[in-house]
């Protein structure tokens, strides 16, 4: 394999579902920062001769595929203004789908088949479409077979109104398990009794992922991957940053929600718990070497990427399967030596399970059949500029926007190790350790 | 077989022939002279076919069938007799055709225009290609005159009334499959291989009657009395667009309402009569005149033959606002991937805002699909850094009007752009010469001043300062073209060519409103002498602050003869900036006019009345002579090398009446002795140094014309 690096990358930020995105369609979203990376990194467009370097293809990870852009990378790529003549297709892989699109560049143009790439993730959860039920279906089936007058009245007659008024809900759909039947919530849920993880902890870890996230606002930290979302359709105005941070979210205010899954024994909430996001986050990947020839200064490389399975009703411990793998993959590091640790915070309880599981030597031994545990994170290295609870969970876009924040934060801090890694719903995990630099 | 010059007559089997039109030695085919008395001579060969089942029209040239009648014929009509022979005599040819005793169909797989759609209305049948190049049209009314060739009279026997009425009273053209919705073609067809798939069509449907898309109420409509409502509408639409300056138009409407009914041969003769009157008006002479400096504009690149324009693939605009975003739409709807950059993210915003606003109104019009829309937008992206100027062909800097923040922009960017990258500054009255002083490479920098609106103003001014290159005055021209406006090249100097020409006209009204004239009356003459808007109106458009701006600098530039109103300062400093903030010469709500503004003979202590007693035409002379006294000047000076440079620019940039042929055809057609003796008068009743008749303009007077 080529060494492939990650040169820069950008993303929209990220505005909770239902408000200001709720009328943008996804691939408006993924394509203004696909075009400000284009433009940042003077790639070639394949519409104009003047490039730096020429783009070889586009790969997008979407979990909610619109129903107007069912290949939505194509889309993307043809709004940004790339040639026609440059490729794009479209990953799924649940929660870590802009993940495994990092992992199709990091394969494509590891084994030569491509030299440059834009990858990344999108989502608009705003967007997911209502769905009719089997039996509405077949009604409307049977209406256009249906070929004489009276047949068709006859048919008519028989409209199954009840079913009509109450469709599937694909997000509703999307995020329960199709195996063990438990919505992702309720996998929360049971991470938290297995490990033992009271409410206020959770609580806790939720107010410090805001706090964390808003001093990133502040400081103009996140600001550096973010490009402004201008918004249509009238474009009076754009949003700049991420809508989720609350300044000043204390534990009082947390602890004053219900369960939200559980009613009863449950300790999740809305408030430990990622809201429900729409975003998109873009990144080019190159061939070191033509990064180099370039004369680029690329924001790290990719030392190694994985996906992990697992039971799905404890879906939320994927990190701890995969960054493990991927530390081995890596060449055998230690986490000890991981500078930054982005964990994708599906839940508070989650992630604690997983910070949890890692340190504990017999999960380890008992789980991934090691001798020893994977060892604990520092607290601080841990999403330094806060996660998904703060920040939101776009689910198309968060694999990506978790290495993107990983990277700029060893830029920034001028350290060389990190890992990116997010649970995935139906049981799996991802993680990519990422070495700064080329 | 005959053989002839203008086309060929082929046989295509099955007693079918295919008369193709293949005008040598050009890529077009069009009607003139030669192709129209041929015509008559092919038809009078096939009525002599007794072999022949049917014919089809087609054309040898790619995107073209007939371009219509040539221009330079109409031009030529100087007495209503000729011009009554002439038309007569292609009408009858046309005629004569249209007789053949077999099926003829058009085959139309180009541009159909004027003369080349009438030939079409006269055969049996007609079938379009799906191809982007069809346009079938009638444009005759755009150059002052009407179908004379049976378009009139054949059209509106085909498809419906309104449909016809629209047609030719705009001009308006249309693609196949659009014409073949308005009952215009049989049926169209692909355009890959056309002329043979026509000529299977013609073949498998002979016999078969032409398509007509009537119905029941368009055929009421036809009906007295509903058909003098169509014509009472119509007429009405006609008044409103063009406030009656243009006689065709009104023409077109009574000679289609006398017709209605007629025998062909009755209607054909009254049609070449009605044409006649029009085709020897002078308003169809300037209207003539501006279309072939049009085309002229279409061939050339501003500097000459020898020097190559840069292909412009992406563009940068400095400063968005609605000026940069204006002109980030125009990049963006040519598919131009525009960086549009400012220092704060609302003001990017601004830039969004009005790119969306012009786009938007092509989705609603549904020239725009939402998609579409969409992907236009993405060709405009904001950035408050310099990211992505490296690969820019292109950067049109759109800030604020100040020399030295000016200045500064261009070394900062030269910094960020390449070599090969063109500079070019959207000032309005700054020099070029100045700014290229500080440039490291003066030879790339050149100014492309925009017009707001910049959607809707069509004209460019391209400015070569001294040391811009040829190559990027060409570039410049060429870009603009594309971007589907109207450029000019202008010499660089204070105001460059429309500002100063248009500056003594505002002060002069400014100086009328002194000498007691009122705001309305100063507008209604000027409105009533053709201009979209009267000067007061017009400068509460612009912005009395920037005409004030304007003002000093042309009058610091040229002196007296430039001497500003005292009004114009009062004015712009008493908090009136005009439409933007709602105060100016009139008082505006959201945006629209209300009422004068009273208040405003406040701010003159001495306000006299000695201008009240003057004429409506004497006002008009007051307005108008100075800025063609000022255009004699600027043509000596070389800001512009001809006169139909002037008159393009004056009409594509201030709206100046298109049927008065521009401000230099205007002068030619009062008299420039008389304009001069004018100025003369005015200058010794007060006027001073102010309205003095200058030198340039007393040799033009002495020579006789402009033009």
């Given at each position: ?21 709720a ?12 075009r400000?990376?284009?433009e940042r ?18 790969c ?39 993940m ?6 990091w ?33 409307f ?18 409209l ?23 919505n ?12 033992r ?28 991957e ?9 474009y ?5 940053q991420?809508v ?45 070497d ?38 081995q ?13 982005e ?29 020893e ?8 290295r ?20 978790v ?36 | ?30 009607f ?15 009525y ?12 040898s ?13 109409i ?8 011009a ?39 055969c ?5 290609s ?11 009314v ?29 001009g ?30 013609a ?13 029941f109420?368009?055929?009421l409509?036809?009906m ?6 169509v ?53 169809s ?8 400096l ?16 840069m292909?412009i ?13 204006g ?6 709807s ?45 060709k ?8 992505g ?9 759109a ?23 063109i ?21 790339k ?10 959607s ?10 001294a040391k ?12 603009a073209k594309?971007?589907?406006?109207t ?11 429309v ?5 003594p006209y505002?002060?002069?009204a ?40 304007v ?10 003869r ?9 004015v ?39 201008s009240?007693g ?45 049927f008065r ?23 010794g009743?007060g ?21």
């Open positions: 394999m080529r060494d492939v690096v990650i040169v820069d990358g950008v993303r929209s930020p990220f505005v909770k579902a239902g408000a200001e995105l009328k943008v369609r996804a691939h408006e979203i993924g394509r203004v920062p696909m400000e990376l284009i990194l003077e790639l070639g467009d394949g519409v104009g001769t003047k490039a730096r370097v020429k783009v070889d293809e586009v997008i990870g979407n979990v909610g595929s619109p129903e107007d852009a069912a290949n939505i990378a194509r889309v993307i790529g043809m709004q940004a203004g790339l040639d026609k003549s440059i490729p794009g297709y479209t990953v799924h892989r649940n929660c870590a789908s802009g495994e699109a990092i992992m199709q560049g394969l494509k143009i590891g084994t030569g088949q491509a030299d440059v790439m834009l990858v990344g993730g999108v989502e608009s959860m705003s967007g997911m479409p209502l769905i009719y039920r089997p039996d509405v279906v077949d009604f089936g049977r209406l256009m077979r249906a070929k004489s007058p009276m047949q068709k009245i006859m048919t008519l007659l028989k199954p109104l009840g079913s009509m008024l109450n469709p599937i809900v694909a997000i509703q759909e999307g995020l329960t398990d199709p195996f063990c039947g438990m992702m919530g309720q996998t929360a849920d049971l991470l938290a009794k297995e490990f993880l009271t409410r206020e902890d959770q609580d806790r870890f939720a107010v410090e992922s805001h706090r964390k996230a808003v001093a990133a606002q502040e400081s103009g930290r996140m600001a550096e973010i490009v402004p979302l201008p918004m249509p359709m009238k009076t105005t754009s949003i700049a991420d989720g941070p609350r300044k000043g979210q204390s534990l009082e205010q947390l602890a004053k929600l219900k369960p939200y899954f559980d009613r009863v024994n449950g300790t999740v909430t809305v408030g430990n718990a990622c809201p429900i996001t729409d975003g998109a986050a873009m990144l080019a990947l190159m061939s070191a033509k990064a180099r020839e370039a004369g680029y200064k690329v924001l790290g490389k990719i030392r190694s990427a994985v996906f992990t399975g697992h039971e799905p009703e404890r879906m939320g411990l994927g990190p701890a399967y995969a960054i493990h793998k991927a530390l993959k890596a060449g055998g590091m230690k986490l000890s030596q991981m500078d930054v640790v964990i994708n915070e599906a839940f508070a309880a989650q992630v604690m399970s997983v910070l949890k599981a890692m340190a504990s030597k017999e999960w380890c031994s008992e789980k991934l059949g090691t001798s545990a994977v060892g604990e994170v520092d607290p601080a841990l999403n330094p500029n806060g996660g998904a609870i703060a920040l939101g969970h776009p689910v198309g876009s968060s694999g990506a926007r290495v993107l924040t990983a990277l700029k934060e060893l830029k920034r801090s001028n350290k060389q190790f990190g890992i990116a890694s997010l649970c995935i719903g139906g049981g799996q995990g991802g993680a990519v350790v990422v070495e700064r630099g080329a | 077989m005959a053989t002839y010059t203008n086309y060929k007559l082929i046989d295509r089997g099955d007693g079918w022939a295919e008369l193709c039109f293949d005008q040598p030695d050009t890529k077009a085919n069009i003139n002279e030669s192709a129209l008395k041929e015509l008559h001579q092919v038809t009078q060969d096939l002599a076919r007794k072999d022949l089942k049917g014919l089809v029209v087609s054309s040239k790619s995107d073209i069938f007939i371009a219509g009648a040539d221009i330079n014929l031009k030529g009509l100087d007495t209503i007799d000729k009554l022979t002439g038309c007569t005599a292609g009408q009858q040819a046309i005629h004569y055709f249209s007789k053949l005793p077999f099926e003829t169909v058009a085959a139309i797989g180009g541009a159909c225009l004027g003369g080349g759609f009438e030939l079409s209305l006269a049996t049948k007609r079938v379009a799906d191809s982007k190049a069809v346009k079938i049209g009638l444009p005759e755009m150059l002052g005159i009407l179908p004379g060739f049976g378009g009139s009279v054949r059209l509106p026997r085909l498809v419906p009334l309104p449909t016809a009425l629209d047609m030719i009273l705009t308006k053209q249309v693609d196949g499959t659009r014409a073949y919705k308005m009952g215009i073609v049989d049926t169209y067809l692909p355009q890959q291989d056309f002329n043979a798939r026509a000529l299977a069509w073949k498998a449907n002979a016999g078969k009657p032409g398509r007509r898309v009537h119905t109420l368009t055929r409509m036809e007295v009395p509903f058909r003098g409502y014509f009472s509408q119509a007429r009405k639409m006609v008044m409103k667009n063009t406030k009656g300056k243009y006689p065709a138009p009104l023409k077109i409407l009574d000679l289609l309402a006398e017709i209605h009914g007629l025998g062909i041969d009755e209607a054909l003769k009254r049609e070449a009569k009605s044409f006649a009157v029009l085709a020897v008006t002078p308003i002479k300037r209207l003539i005149e501006l279309f072939l049009m085309e002229s504009v279409k061939k050339t690149n501003g500097v000459g033959p020898e020097v190559t324009a292909k693939e992406r563009s940068a605009v400095l400063g968005a606002g609605v000026m940069g975003g002109i980030a739409w125009a990049f963006a040519k598919d131009i991937p525009v960086r549009m950059k400012d220092i704060k993210q609302e003001s990017v915003n601004l830039g969004y805002q009005q790119a969306a606003e012009n786009f938007g109104y092509a989705l609603k019009k549904k020239k725009l699909t939402k998609n579409q829309f969409m992907g236009k937008m993405g405009i992206s904001g950035t408050l850094d310099f990211s100027f490296k690969l820019v062909d292109l950067v049109v800097e800030v604020v009007e100040n020399m030295d923040v000016k200045k500064k922009v261009l070394q900062e960017t030269e910094n960020y752009i390449s070599d090969h990258c500079y070019a500054s959207n000032t309005s009255s700054l020099s070029i010469s100045e700014m290229q002083s500080v440039a490291k490479r003066p030879e920098v050149g100014g492309l001043h925009f017009f707001n609106p910049v809707r103003m069509p004209l460019v001014e391209v400015i070569a300062g811009t290159s040829k190559e990027t005055v060409a570039s410049l021209f060429e870009l594309k971007l589907g406006k450029p000019i090249v202008v010499k660089d100097g204070p105001g460059f060519l500002n100063r020409l248009l500056l505002m002060n002069e400014m100086f009328l409103f002194e000498e007691g004239v009122s705001v309305e009356r100063i507008d209604k003459v000027m409105k009533d002498f053709g201009m979209p808007m009267g000067p007061m109106r017009l400068a509460d458009e612009v912005g009395l602050d920037v005409g004030a701006k003002a000093k600098i042309l009058n610091q530039a040229f002196g007296a430039a001497q500003a109103s005292p009004l114009t300062d009062l712009a400093t008493s908090g009136r900036l005009g439409k933007k903030n709602g105060k100016g010469f009139y008082l505006y709500e959201n945006g629209k006019e209300v009422d004068v503004d009273e208040s405003i003979l406040d701010l003159i202590k001495t306000r006299s009345t000695k009240v003057l004429t409506d035409g004497e006002l008009i002379q007051r307005m108008t002579y100075p800025m063609i006294n000022e255009a004699a000047i600027a043509l000596t000076e070389g800001v512009v090398k001809t006169p139909g440079e002037v008159d393009l620019g004056m009409i594509m940039g201030t709206g100046f009446p298109p042929g521009g401000l230099l055809r205007f002068a030619d057609n009062e008299g420039v002795k008389r304009v001069a003796e004018t100025l003369e008068r005015f200058s009743a006027g001073g140094e102010r309205l003095r008749p200058s030198a340039a303009l007393l040799e033009v007077a002495r020579k006789g014309s402009f033009y």
